[in-house]
């Protein structure tokens, strides 16, 4: 029953369609012993997706509903993963995520996404998705797709948003009904003065000209900087004390002025805010209970603090966490964004931009993004992952159901004197698929191109030979033979190319069996690595790396 029940689950988050991997990896995860029974596991698994799959998804939801109800619970978070409780939880936790959309989400950024909606599952509350799409400047600006793909990314990897997008490009009018108020209570004030004298300002704690302006003449002067100041001639800015030990934090902008187009309201406002000002407003009116955010950001933390005080709010609970590095992994969005708007990558899902979509096209499953993202704890202890942790992940998922093949890479024609012909069946999985894969054999065989064939040499799985002249069938561990791909020479073959995810392409032949695949079907490669298969046509198919 408990196949069927994860099975439902499965299919009723992904559409109808149940993931064999996702379930396998789930019941092995409630009773590690079932590993000594894979094959039996994996078999009653394929019937049960076998009749899952056929349903409606009505009548999945419905069944789950019957059978399961509480497998359909929100709140419900992964066992195999523990966070520490948080602070000052007194009813329900509110948390929001405030992606700025220059471009989509990529693996580097699943920590923070996955960590607040984990938390959100945990305590019953709600995840509220907030554009933070402020103007920007000319070096991060905001990418249009970016409001499609965070949204799409965010679901794909579960996080739960439960109320409809907010955007800050619609709430100007209510960022400039407060920076009145900070204005009345005499906490800002507009400045002008160039950039050269801010500096020496700020280093000196040096209190601006600008800042003895009265309530009346500033309000006159933040008035203008919507008609009449031109860009960079004038900003708002909050009076802090002169004397904070940080000189960043003294007299920060809250609102400047862009005259940038903005691909949501055009040119409708040229005033726009600083990122913290529009925080604090929000995280108080949209009631947050608990802030997660990176250490880096600290500063910004005092700052919302600092205007919560002026307006008299009570403070949520903030949470800073270490930034991670990941070894392994080069990430630029500013870099891919250009590299995608010259065509130079193939889109946002290029495997070059790790983004989201590229990884789910590569073949990375959400249950492992989620695993591996929560993995990385919430603490202030800085730390370097290697990307293969994620891969890990990935492969206990997809080990057990990705079919074996061969292929051979920029291959060439050798031949072996006095092989014997042969007709031999290999298993389409070690462990679960037994036989499938036929093979007939004679003296001529595709060899990748980059090998030698110096010592002892086994085709893998067939047998072993030295200066291309056969030895023996039987695989003797005495040997010590090196293992190579083969294949034997027939017109069967097929053409394959592979994408990697340095953008380049292997291509090579593959073995007959390929062709029964279905797209989007994981396979391995043997002693290659795992890949999707992406798109399949006459002449050639195509897959995407995902890892080893």
């Known amino acids: 029953m408990d196949i069927l029940k994860f099975a439902l689950q499965n299919a009723v988050k992904y559409n109808g369609k149940a993931n064999s991997g996702a379930i396998i990896g ?61 602070k ?10 405030a992606p700025y959309p220059s471009g ?40 249009e797709e970016a409001y499609t793909l965070i949204p799409e990314s965010l679901k794909w990897i579960e996080v739960n948003i439960e109320e409809d997008i907010i955007y800050k490009s619609d709430r100007l009018e209510i960022y400039y009904e407060f920076a009145e108020e900070l204005i009345k209570k005499e906490k800002a004030y507009v400045c002008s003065c160039d950039s050269e004298t801010l500096r020496e300002n700020r280093v000196k704690g040096k209190i601006c000209d600008c800042r003895a302006t009265s ?28 004397d904070h030990p940080n000189p960043a934090f003294r007299d920060r902008v809250l609102f400047r002025i862009c005259e940038r187009k903005h691909p949501r309201v055009g040119k409708k406002y040229r005033v726009w805010p600083l990122l913290e000002f529009s925080w604090a407003i929000d995280d108080h009116l949209l009631g947050a209970t608990h802030i997660l955010r990176g250490k880096d950001l600290m500063m910004e933390s005092d700052m919302e603090k600092y ?24 990430i630029s969005k500013s870099k891919s964004k250009k590299e995608v708007m010259e065509g130079i990558y193939s889109g946002w899902d290029d495997p070059r931009t790790w983004s989201l979509q590229s990884l789910k096209r590569r073949g990375i499953l959400p249950e492992a993004i989620r695993n591996f993202s929560l993995s990385l704890g919430v603490n202030q202890n800085e730390i370097t992952v290697p990307i293969e942790n994620l891969y890990a992940e990935n492969r206990k998922l997809i080990d057990f159901v990705a079919r074996r093949y061969f292929f051979v ?27 499938g894969r036929f093979f007939e054999t004679t003296d001529e065989f595709y060899v990748p191109s980059k090998e030698n064939f110096t010592g002892i040499i086994r085709f893998i799985h067939l047998f072993n030979f030295e200066k291309k002249e056969f030895v023996s069938e039987e695989h003797d561990s005495k040997l010590k033979a090196r293992m190579m791909h083969w294949l034997p020479v027939k017109d069967d073959n097929v053409k394959v190319e592979v994408l990697m995810p340095d953008g380049s392409l292997k291509k090579g032949l593959a073995e007959k069996s390929v062709e029964h ?14 890949c999707r298969l992406d798109k399949k046509d006459k002449t050639k198919m195509t897959f995407w790396f995902a890892h080893k």
């Open 26 to 86: 789930k019941l092995l995860s409630e009773n590690p012993k079932l590993k000594s029974k894979m094959k039996d596991v994996a078999k009653e698994v394929s019937q049960v997706i076998k009749e899952v799959n056929s349903m409606s998804l009505k009548d999945q939801l419905d069944k789950l509903k019957k059978i399961a109800p509480e497998l359909l619970e929100k709140k419900e978070v992964k066992k195999e993963r523990e966070l520490p409780e948080l």
């Open 88 to 97: 000052n939880v007194k009813d329900k936790v509110v948390m929001r995520l």
């Open 104 to 143: 989509p989400l990529h693996i580097g950024n699943t920590k923070t996404y996955v960590t607040n909606d984990y938390y959100v599952k945990k305590y019953g509350g709600k995840l509220i998705l907030v554009m933070d799409d402020t103007i920007g400047s000319n070096e991060k600006n905001i990418s």
């Open 215 to 242: 309530v009346e003449k500033t309000l006159d002067l933040w008035k203008k900087m919507f008609d009449e100041f031109k860009e960079g001639e004038a900003a708002l800015r909050i009076k802090t004390s002169m």
């Open 307 to 330: 205007i919560w005080d002026i307006f008299g709010w009570k403070h949520p609970e903030l949470i800073h966490t270490a930034l991670v590095q990941l070894e392994g992994v080069k």
């Open 409 to 435: 890479e920029d291959p060439k024609k050798i031949k072996i004197k006095n092989a014997p012909k042969m007709k031999v069946e290999l298993n389409l999985h070690p462990d679960m698929q037994k036989g």
């Open 517 to 530: 695949l279905k797209e989007n079907d994981m396979i391995q490669f043997e002693r290659f690595g795992f």
